[in-house]
């Protein structure tokens, strides 16, 4: 019997205070979702309406559009979009997040599938020594400005490597990785050792084309995490605002009090129109966070079948 | 199982203490010197004052930029000259390859006799090579110098022959020399067979490199905590003629200023972890009340959209608070528009009242739905005959809830708890930083965005330092109390 069967008979007889708490539980948890929901619902709607009709306040739940009459009408534009080809900085900012998020993931998930291979190995000298060594990590960290000078004394300032390579080593997905092969029957190992295969060969014939789950939850995790990143940009890239991260160059369009509409290059094919409207400072800032979110959005379908794994495993330490 | 871990061919006899006394400090001192590459302060490249102090060995042979980034006129002036740079450059790059070739021996030496033999012969070479890397310094040092005095400019290049060069200078000589010995004193036999190594030191080289870039970017940052004893500039040195001891630490307690602003900060940091802790059985009445709904399908959609949040950035979610709550927001327009409202242009982010519970329910919006995943899962989890036998015994549903399903969640909730406890300190800056603006500054400050501004903004290393080291090992000791109580109540340790 299902989970479902079991509830509908036990909920043969339903009090009135039981339809009370079920429409009550309903209507929190309506309103909760509308509430996390709506924000990114009205920042797409002001970015796809009139800019004028955004900057009086008139759009409020529906895209709107001008009609002959000034007045606003149901419609959608996306001449903002295409209008942020001119805003100065955003190209090099998104090169620089969308460079991280493919080789920084890519790279994690490499080291994270190894290293979490080679800590299940046993005969590894002073094996859980260096587990650990990896693991402890998590658990502590010298601070902010300590790991400020470490990353100075590495020459890792102002270089796009201070992106990637420190990243490398992600302890929590190594116990994730660790865990889950430890769950792979260790007779296909064997047998191929018994065949002649060495650690590499196990590893890349055996174990990988295995573990691609939960290397496809790191991975999603860990782009999703590149994606986002801001912190390590606004510490280290001081010097190098062409290494800015979306996030980061984000972050100093919000806080920009000078109108971001200076910024916009001249030229370009967009029409002189539609570059004056686009001189409205919020709807850049509401264009150009659309943009960083429509790809966690894009993804987010995919990522939701790995929740639950993400988790679990995380929950059994080791 | 030790006996069928070792290969059949471990008939070979094992080392003397001849043999292993040379080869262990070889090893040891290889390793030094591979991190050595790393490290400014041993920087034999550094032949003049005026060639930056942060870089290190490895950074001097492949960034011009960051060697020269300090020299200004004296570069444009050519005092030194281009081509001794490059010199210096190349010549850094042939010590690194002497270097690499003897760390290679040292991985080879944890082989069989055969191998250890074979891989003793690599620092016979690569130490020699050090040697050259290091007379080519030498000859860039005397050209600086003589170049220098040419041009009557000694005392602007200040041409130096740094501690790093004595130290590499014996590190080659060591490497060479025990080389030498065990070399020698390793005789390959006639029944020796091919080149081996055990297995377990196969696999840990394999790890090493791992290992390596831990050590790098996890472990080696707590050498910064020497800047926390000395009266540090940033782009100034530290050594004898500015360690003050304990001067900063002393600060934390004697400083009026400092006094106040980590009151203050404290302050804030306990009240914000304080109202986190106190709300952290929200994810659970999530699940919990989730579960009670019996459409499935409206289940996983409010799951769906309530766990976006989670995945956006905090910078993210101030653009969303300014779309929202800014003069020109949903909230004001809506007022005006919907409500028609007069003069509602309030910019509620401005506004420093209540910026903890504001701080608080924005935390909770991004994070509650993710939070609740794990407990929801809980309740999947939870065996159902429970549930059918409660009904039986005539328990109602908040009786089931309160009785079986709570105490179901009690141990993933203790261990968060927990962990939370443990990390009461440590808010993150991301959210207080995007969040923070003159008028909420004073109560908006947790720890770590302290540290930030102290440290990064005002350039004030040793104070944000020893505000960093104190966090940390309050960390430490709290997440062992958190443990320790997880392990005398539960029996079960969380870390």
């Known amino acids: ?318 | 199982m030790q006996a069928s871990a070792k290969p059949v061919r471990m008939a070979e006899e094992p080392q003397s203490v001849a043999q292993r006394i040379p080869l262990w400090i070889y090893r040891i001192v290889a390793l030094v010197a591979g991190m050595a590459l790393f490290f400014p302060p041993v920087n034999p490249g550094r032949v003049s004052e005026k060639i930056n102090s942060a870089a290190s060995l490895f950074t001097t042979g492949i960034s011009y930029s960051t060697i020269t980034n300090s020299m200004g006129r004296i570069l444009r002036s050519q005092w030194i000259q281009d081509k001794d740079i490059t010199l210096l450059m190349v010549s850094c790059v042939i010590l690194m390859l002497g270097v690499l070739f003897c760390a290679a021996g040292a991985c080879m030496s944890l082989g069989n006799r055969r191998m250890r033999r074979t891989g003793m012969l690599l620092p016979l070479v690569g130490a020699p090579v050090m040697g050259v890397g290091l007379f080519m310094i030498y000859r860039v040092y005397t050209s600086i110098a003589a170049h220098a005095e040419e041009v009557g400019k000694a005392s602007t290049v200040l041409p130096i022959l740094p501690t790093g060069f004595t130290v590499f200078v014996i590190f080659a000589a060591l490497l060479f020399c025990t080389a030498l010995i065990a070399f020698l004193s390793t005789r390959v036999q006639a029944d020796d067979e091919k080149m081996n190594m055990d297995e377990k030191y196969r696999l840990f080289l394999m790890m090493l490199p791992v290992i390596l870039l831990s050590f790098i970017f996890a472990y080696l940052p707590i050498w910064g905590w020497r800047f926390a004893f000395f009266d540090y500039k940033p782009g100034g040195t530290i050594g004898p003629d500015n360690f003050v001891g304990f001067k900063w630490f002393g600060s934390l307690f004697n400083d009026p200023a400092t006094v106040r602003d980590l009151v203050r900060v404290l302050r804030n940091t306990l009240i914000m972890s304080g109202l986190g802790i106190a709300t952290s059985w929200l994810p659970i009445a999530f699940a919990v009340l989730l579960a009670e709904i019996r459409s499935t399908k409206f289940q996983r959609v409010v799951q769906t959209l309530t766990t976006i949040p989670n995945f956006i950035s905090w910078v993210l979610v101030y653009a969303i608070a300014i779309c929202i709550f800014s003069t020109d927001g949903f909230i004001n327009s809506f007022l005006t528009n919907v409500m028609h409202v007069e003069g509602a242009n309030t910019n509620y982010l401005q506004i420093a009242d209540h910026t903890w519970l504001k701080m608080l329910l924005w935390g909770t919006w991004k994070g509650v739905g993710w939070s609740a995943i794990v407990y929801i899962a809980g309740i999947a989890g939870i065996d159902q005959q429970l549930y059918e036998a409660a009904r039986v015994d005539g328990a109602n549903r908040f009786r089931c809830i309160w009785h079986i399903t709570i105490p179901g969640l009690m141990p993933t909730y203790m261990v968060m708890l927990l962990m939370s406890v443990a990390g009461i300190l440590s808010n993150g800056m991301e959210q207080y930083l995007v969040f923070e603006n003159a008028m909420n500054k004073d109560v908006i400050e947790v720890l770590d965005l302290y540290v930030y501004h102290i440290g990064i903004g005002q350039n004030q290393i040793p104070l944000s330092t020893v505000v960093g080291i104190s966090k940390s090992l309050i960390g430490v000791t709290l997440l062992f109390a958190a443990n320790g109580i997880s392990k005398a109540i539960r029996g079960e340790s969380i870390i």
């Open chain 1, 1 to 318: 019997m299902s989970k479902k069967d079991i509830a509908a008979t036990m909920h043969i007889k339903r009090s009135a205070g039981d339809w009370i708490f079920d429409i009550a539980v309903i209507i929190l948890f309506s309103v909760f979702t509308f509430i996390c929901i709506f924000p990114f619902y009205y920042l797409l709607i002001n970015t796809i309406s009139d800019n004028d009709l955004v900057t009086s306040g008139k759009v409020n739940f529906i895209p709107l559009l001008k009609n002959a009459a000034g007045d606003g009408v149901f419609g959608v534009q996306i001449n903002n979009y295409l209008a942020l080809r001119n805003v100065q900085d955003l190209g090099s900012s998104v090169l620089v997040t969308v460079a991280r998020t493919i080789i920084g993931t890519a790279l994690m998930v490499i080291t994270s599938a190894w290293a979490g291979y080679l800590v299940t190995k046993q005969k590894m000298w002073k094996r859980s020594f260096w587990y650990r060594f990896l693991v402890i990590t998590m658990y502590f960290n010298a601070g902010l400005v300590p790991w400020y000078m470490n990353m100075l004394m590495m020459g890792l300032t102002d270089n796009f490597l201070a992106y990637i390579i420190p990243g490398m080593v992600a302890p929590y997905n190594i116990i994730l990785v660790k865990t889950y092969i430890e769950s792979i029957p260790a007779s296909l190992e064997e047998s191929a050792i018994i065949d002649g295969a060495g650690t590499t060969k196990v590893w890349l014939k055996i174990i990988l084309p295995l573990s691609v789950p939960i290397l496809a939850t790191i991975a999603i995790f860990g782009a999703v995490g590149n994606w986002n990143s801001f912190q390590d940009s606004l510490l280290l890239m001081n010097n190098s605002p062409e290494l800015y991260t979306l996030q980061h160059r984000l972050y100093i369009y919000l806080n920009s009090s000078s109108n971001l509409g200076a910024m916009m290059s001249q030229g370009g094919t967009v029409s002189e129109q539609a570059a004056a409207s686009m001189l409205n400072q919020r709807v850049i800032q509401y264009t150009v966070s659309m943009v960083s979110i429509i790809p966690i959005l894009l993804v987010y379908p995919f990522m939701q079948r790995f929740f639950v794994k993400g988790i679990m495993l995380g929950a059994v330490k080791g």
